[in-house]
C-alpha cells in the first residue's frame, strides 16, 4: 500500500510573518490526517521558522533545491546537509522552472538526487514534458530520457526514498490540468519504466505524484487514479484552505 504524499511548493512566495500565517492556519486542518505524508517546501530563508511551527505536528519540511556538494566555495548554494540541519527532511530536486531558468539538466539533477539521498532526505524527482513536446508526441521519450537520466547510478534501495512528480510544464500555474486518463497514462508509464529498470517490487512501492493546478476540485478525480500518489501543488498550497482541502480530500 502506497500512503499518498500531498506536497505543497510555495516556490518564491512567503516572507516570515506571511509563512508563519499560512502554516498555523494549515496545521488545526490537516492535525487528524495521517492518512496522508504533508509536506510543504518554503524558500530557503524561512526553514526554520517553519520547521518550529511545524513541530508536533504532522507535516513534513522540504526544501525547493540544493547543490550536489556538501561543503566548500560555492556562493549561494545551500548543501543537502544544510538542509537537514535547518529540518528539512524532503528536497525537491529536478522541478521544470529549475530546468526551464537555472540551467538545470538531467546530470545535475542526478548528483542532487545522490547528494540528497546521502544526507538521508527523501526526494521529491520532478520530470515533465512541455507542450511543444507533448504536441510533438515526444511524451513518453521525454520522460523516459529524465527518469533514466535523474536515476542513474541509483540503486533500487535508494530509490525507496525517492518520490516522482510528474508535472506536464503546460500545466504548470495555466489552471490546465491534465485530464485523468492523460494524468494516468504517464504515471503508468513512468512505473513501468521504472519496474524495467528497478522490477515491479521497487516500481509497485514507488510513490508517483502529479502536479500542474491542482485544486481543491480536480484532486478527487486524480487520486481515483490507479497509478496516481498524491500530488505537488503550487498556487493552490498558498492558501491554508485550499491546501487542506486537497490533504484532506478523501478524509
Ligand atoms: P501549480 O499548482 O501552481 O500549477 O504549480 C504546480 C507546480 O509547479 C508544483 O511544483
Not at 538545470?104 to 524527482?125: H, P, Q, R, W, Y
Request: aromatic share 6%; charged share 20%; with cysteine.
Amino acid at each position: 500500500m502506497r500512503k499518498p504524499v500531498i506536497a505543497g511548493n510555495w516556490k518564491l512566495y512567503k516572507t516570515t510573518p506571511e509563512a508563519l500565517e499560512l502554516v498555523n492556519g494549515l496545521k488545526p486542518l490537516v492535525v487528524n490526517n495521517s492518512r496522508v505524508e504533508i509536506v510543504v517546501a518554503p524558500v530557503f530563508t524561512v526553514l526554520a521558522s517553519v520547521k518550529q511551527a511545524i513541530a508536533g505536528s504532522p507535516v513534513s519540511l522540504a526544501a525547493q533545491n540544493c547543490y550536489w556538494e556538501e561543503e566548500g566555495a560555492f556562493t549561494g548554494e545551500v548543501s543537502p546537509k544544510m538542509l537537514v540541519d535547518a529540518g528539512c527532511t524532503h528536497v525537491i530536486i529536478g522541478h521544470s522552472e529549475r530546468r526551464q531558468y537555472f540551467g538545470e539538466t538531467d546530470a545535475t539533477v542526478n548528483k542532487k538526487i545522490k547528494a540528497s539521498l546521502n544526507a538521508g532526505l527523501t526526494v521529491l524527482f520532478c520530470i515533465g514534458e512541455t507542450l511543444a513536446e507533448r504536441e510533438a508526441e515526444q511524451t513518453l521519450d521525454v520522460l523516459k530520457t529524465q527518469l533514466c537520466g535523474g536515476l542513474e547510478g541509483l540503486s533500487g534501495e535508494q530509490l525507496a526514498k525517492v518520490v516522482i512528480a510528474y508535472e506536464p510544464v503546460w500545466a504548470i500555474g495555466t489552471g490546465k490540468t491534465a485530464t485523468n486518463d492523460q494524468a494516468q497514462d504517464a504515471h503508468s508509464f513512468i512505473r513501468g519504466v521504472v519496474g524495467g529498470l528497478y522490477g515491479t517490487a521497487v516500481s509497485d512501492a514507488m510513490r508517483i505524484l502529479y502536479g500542474g493546478s491542482v485544486k481543491p476540485d480536480n484532486i478527487k478525480g486524480l487520486m481515483a487514479q490507479p497509478d496516481i500518489d498524491g500530488a505537488l501543488v503550487g498556487g493552490a498550497s498558498l492558501n491554508a484552505e485550499s491546501f487542506a482541502a486537497i490533504v484532506n480530500h478523501q478524509a
